[in-house]
């Protein structure tokens, strides 16, 4: 990047609106800060929320994305990432989405930097208006602000695969150390997406004995995923709800499952994640991101009487990115396929379009 020059950016400026391609000047990096090659963005499904204006933190203008993977262009003085190695240009990384003060109360005292009081997200609640500008990945650049966490990648390793880990990967890792996983559990995830994929995965790490993922008939190649590294699927379309809980019932010895996860991301779906978990299971509402309304629980039957758990799980924070990071880069589960469609920059429309039509399970775009 040479002195005064300028990079593109896709710009939300009227909700429900197509992005808006733009060009800013690039910044030079402030002491701690880098500046980043956007080399994948991922479209997170979360982004037709806040394209829409369903998520009451935007504020306009916007550059969407906050999951991102890149190179280094350079750096503000020395800049090390978590494990303290120096970053040089040219150095593939990814950063942890938010950025947290690590002061305040929930991060100072609770440890939950998740709850920062004062949390800004790249592609969210970090509006683009003013300088340094690229606040989100839809962008061939991002300023890497100061207090954010970096973590250095291998040379070799595809970029778009690690999108999703920075966000679904992430939440997921959050969601299975809030339930408390444990070995020899049945674990059953509602909605097989890449939040989905990823707490299926990570219940299989913690040493679940089964995991059932519960799907579409949309939604039949995201389990034959799931199916691929050990999962069993029901389609829920195939069969009512009283039939897929006596089928679940039938393969726990008519316990039910321990820990039901509920990564569908509406309301709609938790009250037969409560109806599913055995007595003294948990509930973990993990796919939740925008308001959605009240959904019906009866405090004595569904909660009390069976001693039940039901546990919220708001985002992540740089632990399980760094997690779900090591999980896709140890080919273990097969994250690759998750990926169905790599489009450029220029066409972030087209890539929410053929989201909001369900194309596909991960589209990515590739700045470079």
């Known amino acids: ?37 956007v080399t994948a963005a991922g479209i997170c499904g979360s982004d037709l ?101 970096i973590l250095k990648l291998p040379d070799n390793v595809d970029e778009a695969i690690l999108v999703s880990a920075t966000c679904s990967g992430a939440t997921a890792a959050h969601a299975i150390e809030l339930a408390d996983v444990q070995i020899g559990d049945t674990v059953v995830v509602l909605g ?20 059932i993922t519960f799907g579409t008939r949309d939604d039949l190649a995201r389990m034959k995923l799931a199916e691929a590294f050990g999962c069993t699927s029901v389609n829920i379309h195939a069969v009512d709800a009283a039939e897929r809980k006596q089928m679940v019932l039938d393969m726990t010895h008519g316990i039910g499952p321990d820990v039901v996860i509920d990564a569908a991301g509406t309301r709609h779906t938790v009250p037969e ?15 939740v991101a925008v308001p959605q309304g009240e959904t019906p629980i009866a405090i004595y039957e569904d909660i009390s009487l069976k001693n039940l758990r039901l546990q919220g799980v708001w985002v992540s924070d740089a632990r399980h990115m760094y997690q779900a990071v090591q999980l896709a880069l140890s080919g273990k589960y097969p994250m690759a396929e998750m990926v169905t469609h790599r489009l450029p920059l220029q066409e972030a429309n ?12 991960k589209i990515v775009l590739t700045p470079q």
């Not at 369903?54 to 003085?77: C, F, K, N």
């Not at 994929?197 to 040493?207: D, K, L, P, T, W």
């Not at 087209?350 to 399970?361: C, S, T």
């Open 1 to 37: 990047m040479t002195a005064n020059a300028s990079a593109l950016a896709m710009v939300l400026e009227d909700f429900s609106k197509p992005l808006v391609p733009t060009q800013y000047p690039i910044p030079e990096p402030e002491p701690g800060a880098v500046l980043a090659q």
């Open 49 to 149: 929320d806040i394209t829409g204006g369903l998520d009451p933190r935007i504020e306009l203008p916007l550059i969407v994305g906050h999951e991102g993977v890149g190179r280094v262009i350079a750096t503000g003085g020395d800049k090390r990432d978590m494990f303290g190695e120096l970053l040089q240009p040219g150095d593939k990384i990814v950063w942890h989405r938010a950025v947290t003060c690590g002061r305040c109360y929930y991060c100072a005292v609770k440890r939950q930097a998740s709850l920062c009081m004062y949390r800004k997200v790249y592609g969210i609640t970090l509006p683009c208006a003013d300088p340094p500008h690229f606040n989100g990945c839809y962008a061939e650049v991002l300023y890497v602000r100061p207090q954010s966490e």
């Open 192 to 211: 097989p997406g890449p939040l989905g994929i990823y707490c299926a995965a990570f219940a299989m790490e913690r040493g679940a004995s089964q995991v």
């Open 273 to 287: 994640a409560i109806d599913l978990a055995a007595r003294g299971g948990t509930v973990s509402v993990v796919g």
């Open 350 to 361: 087209e890539a929410l379009a053929a989201l909001e039509r369900r194309e596909g399970m």
